[in-house]
C-alpha cells in the first residue's frame, strides 16, 4: 500500500487517518521531516480532482520510499516533472534512512 501527498502552493495536502488510509511508518517520517522543513500540512480527505490541480504529487511506501507523481492517464501533474518541494523531502527521506540504518 502507498500513501500520497500533493503539493499546492508549498503546502502538503494528504487524506488523513480516517479516511481509511493504512498508517505507515514512512509517511509517519515524511510528515515529520515536512515538519521541520517548514512546510505546512494539510491532512483531510483529499478529494482526485484535487490531484489534476495540484503542482506536485509524490507517493510513499517502505518499498519506493519517496516516488514523484508526475502523470496520471497521460495528463501531467503540474509541470509534469517532479516538483521543488517532493525533492527536498526525497533527499532529507534518504538522509534519514542513511543515518539510522547505514544502507
Do not use: C
Not at 68 to 88: A, H, N, Q, W, Y
Amino acid at each position: 500500500m502507498s500513501n500520497i501527498f500533493l503539493v499546492t502552493s508549498g503546502t502538503i495536502k494528504t487524506p488523513g487517518q480516517e479516511s481509511g488510509i493504512l498508517p505507515g511508518i514512512t509517511r509517519e517520517a515524511i510528515l515529520e521531516l515536512a515538519v521541520l522543513m517548514g512546510i505546512e500540512i494539510l491532512d483531510y480527505d483529499t478529494r482526485l480532482d484535487e490531484l489534476f490541480h495540484a503542482q506536485e504529487a509524490f507517493l510513499t511506501n517502505s518499498l519506493i520510499e519517496v516516488m514523484p507523481l508526475t502523470e496520471i492517464d497521460r495528463k501531467p501533474i503540474g509541470s509534469g516533472r517532479p516538483g521543488p518541494v517532493t525533492g527536498r523531502l526525497m533527499t532529507a527521506y534518504r538522509e534519514l534512512v542513511l543515518s539510522e540504518t547505514g544502507v
